[in-house]
């Protein structure tokens, strides 16, 4: 069975950083690509990154290039989201979710971030 | 960048009548393999979402048959033949074909009257 776990939400003041973690079993984590997407309070969902298995290729969303980092640690199983140079705007619940076949099947609970003076 | 938009945004539904939620994509979802990724997901209040349907009108196992998925290139719909307490969330589409960059819909919340 897939589990997904996310770490590391918090609040953090306008400019500074975070760095989620989510911890995955039940699969062959390094087989899969992964991705983060989050949901501002409220609202609905936004695709953020992907990460390919080997973790050679990424991309991100245009709201978030150049200030958040997806990366994995095959070896412990988990994935990663550096979040920088934060903004009020970036206040969601970051979900760590494993697509497969150009869809995704799995969630994690989700992590509370939130950007505030 | 491809853009999906659900309509109605809100749905108010008797238990046990039917309902429908459309969604349109900017562009064709229409895969050069043959495939259409197109999935529907519910989210309960509190609750990460969860997949209900992919590939247009594939269920997920467990989901129940009371929900049906159909559509090609830009229109797709998400019936639900009756409506039960339990499927009380907000609904979303969202695209694959367009891989790596997903694009959910705005959501629809189902509500009971």
């Known amino acids: 069975q897939v589990h997904l776990v996310e770490s590391g939400g918090g609040l953090v003041k306008p400019g500074g950083s975070l760095r989620l973690s989510c911890a995955a079993s039940g699969f062959t984590f390094s087989d899969h690509t992964m991705t983060w997407i989050r949901q501002a309070p409220g609202k609905g969902l936004e695709w953020l990154s992907y990460i390919s298995g080997s973790g050679t290729n990424i991309y991100h969303a245009d709201s978030v290039k150049g200030r958040f980092t997806i990366s994995r640690d095959n070896a412990k199983n988990s994935l990663y989201l550096q979040m920088d140079s934060l903004r009020v705007e970036d206040t969601a619940v970051y979900y760590c979710?494993?697509?497969?076949?150009?869809?995704?099947?799995?969630w994690g609970q989700g992590a509370l971030v939130t950007v505030s003076s | 960048e491809v853009v999906m938009t659900q309509s109605p945004l809100s749905l108010p539904v008797t238990l046990g009548q039917p309902a429908s939620i459309s969604c349109r994509s900017s562009?064709?979802?229409?895969?050069?393999?043959?495939?259409?990724?197109l999935s529907w997901f519910q989210q309960r209040p509190g609750q990460s979402p969860r997949r209900l349907i992919y590939k247009v009108s594939n269920r997920d196992s467990g989901v129940p048959d009371r929900f049906s998925g159909s559509g090609s290139g830009t229109d797709f719909t998400l019936k639900i033949s009756r409506v039960e307490a339990e499927d009380v969330g907000v609904y979303y589409c969202m695209q694959g074909t367009h891989w790596p960059r997903l694009a959910f819909g705005g959501g629809t919340k189902v509500e009971i009257k």
């Open positions: 979710v494993r697509p497969v076949d150009s869809s995704v099947d799995s």
């Open positions: 562009q064709s979802l229409l895969h050069s393999n043959g495939n259409t990724y």
